[in-house]
């Protein structure tokens, strides 16, 4: 090889490495995707309701007044990153009738006694559309756990009116059938199947 032409090689190599250093800089960091954010869930706007048939006539409504504990990191860029986990203790069970809440507390149904928790912890968070998703995981209801899957709708996010904080909303909707979970009293007079439905609001410091 002449010095001419390794003259023009050593060029040629040097114009390389140049444009191979432009096109790494111009690539995106990696570092800087934002990370799940853990929500503090607001539970004064946090609620988990039922609905179960009665007779085919109609449907009892009710809902449980204490859950004990909530955890939830959302991750808005892959919601596959995200979880949830849940506690909500069985004897606080409300469908506005005195007696009737009672029953269902005993070891005919619920057996708050033996069970006091009603716990369900996410296994898989699939995206469904812009605004919807589906959570699978496994929930145990009086001592038996089963998978279920809900339907999840991301309500949206903004600021909270006081501006001091940001809030993330989601409905959550899922059917079980009670017997899964070893709860087949008055079948078929009382349905089978029972409707969950699950709103709740998680506060975060960015949108």
Do not use: C
């Amino acid at each position: 090889m002449t010095r001419l032409q390794l003259r023009r090689t050593h060029r040629t190599a040097g114009r390389l490495a140049a444009l191979g250093l432009a096109m790494l800089l111009a690539l995106p960091a990696t570092g800087g995707r934002a990370e799940p954010r853990t929500l503090e869930v607001d539970l004064s706007h946090t609620s988990v309701h039922w609905a179960i048939g009665h007779g085919g006539f109609s449907k009892v409504v009710g809902t449980f007044r204490k859950i004990d504990s909530v955890s939830v990191t959302f991750d808005p860029e892959d919601v596959s990153n995200s979880s949830v986990s849940a506690v909500v203790d069985a004897a606080s069970l409300d469908s506005n009738h005195y007696y009737r809440d009672n029953y269902t507390r005993s070891a005919v149904f619920l057996d708050v006694i033996n069970h006091p928790t009603i716990s369900f912890k996410s296994t898989a968070i699939e995206k469904t559309g812009e605004n919807t998703g589906r959570m699978t995981g496994d929930l145990t209801l009086r001592g038996v756990t089963k998978p279920v899957t809900f339907e999840v709708r991301f309500n949206g996010t903004g600021p909270h009116l006081s501006g001091r904080y940001h809030i993330d909303g989601f409905e959550a909707r899922a059917t079980i059938n009670r017997k899964d979970f070893g709860i087949d009293a008055f079948s078929p007079w009382v349905g089978d199947e029972v409707e969950i439905m699950i709103q709740l609001e998680g506060i975060h410091s960015r949108s």
